[in-house]
């Protein structure tokens, strides 16, 4: 079974300081883990994706996510948050095999001007 | 290149009524994901295809809910008899595959909202 956990429903941020939305998950073998973001009656947008190499990734909008096996942790970050990058932001993962992902329920990110 | 296309973007049934909803996936994507986000809450796996075939279809319900990807035409996910408690968005992803670079990332589409009264 595959599983990722969001702890934090919501995370508040003022503009320019820097963010961290968390991430964990449980796989079977090696993981593809994702960042997703989503805007108000919008699908969701990939943001980056980890599947193998360096354990820092950079995606989409500034965004990074570093990729910690000993923590099982895939956690989202941006030194500088902008009011714009309020939105839902969800973690998923993958194990090897034909599987689906699965997403992480989900963290509420508000950035106060 | 279009992106994935889900209609109708809003769906309005009565209580024991059916639900259709369509999804063209992105030109040259063989796999469709459907999944379901009810209000203020994450994302659930419902149904996993390829063309005409079900490859996953643990996170759907027992009873009422079916799932195609025909040869031909959309995937179309099917609610028969809808209860309130299957208002929700439905959205649909489509990927080329399982391997390759773009291992496991999906393309969303905006969502089918099902209002059930």
């Known amino acids: 079974a595959q599983s990722v956990a969001q702890p934090e429903d919501q995370v508040n941020v003022a503009e320019g300081n820097p963010l961290t939305v968390k991430c964990t998950y449980s796989?079977?073998?090696?993981?593809?883990l994702f960042w997703y973001v989503q805007y108000p009656n919008r699908g969701l947008q990939f943001l980056l994706k980890y599947i193998t190499g360096d354990n820092l990734v950079k995606g989409s909008y500034g965004f990074e996510a570093e990729f910690n096996k000993s923590q099982t942790s895939f956690h989202l970050k941006k030194p500088s948050a902008l009011v714009s990058d309020s939105a839902l932001y969800f973690c998923a993962v993958k194990g090897t095999g034909r599987r689906a992902l699965t997403f992480g329920s989900g963290t509420r990110l508000q950035v106060q001007p | 290149n279009a992106g994935v296309m889900q209609n109708p973007r809003h769906l309005v049934r009565r209580r024991g009524q059916e639900a259709r909803l369509r999804c063209s996936p992105m030109k040259g994507h063989s796999h469709v994901y459907w999944y379901r986000q009810l209000p203020e809450e994450g994302l659930k796996f419902m149904v996993y295809l390829q063309k005409e075939n079900i490859i996953d279809e643990s996170g759907m319900p027992k009873e009422r809910f079916s799932a195609e990807f025909p040869k031909e035409g959309p995937s179309i996910l099917r609610i028969q008899q809808v209860v309130r408690g299957d208002s929700a968005a439905y959205f649909c992803?489509?990927?080329?595959?399982?391997?390759?670079?773009?291992?496991?990332?999906?393309?969303f589409g905006e969502g089918s909202r099902l209002t059930v009264l």
């Open positions: 992803a489509s990927s080329p595959g399982t391997s390759g670079p773009n291992t496991g990332e999906l393309f």
């Open positions: 796989v079977s073998g090696n993981p593809y």
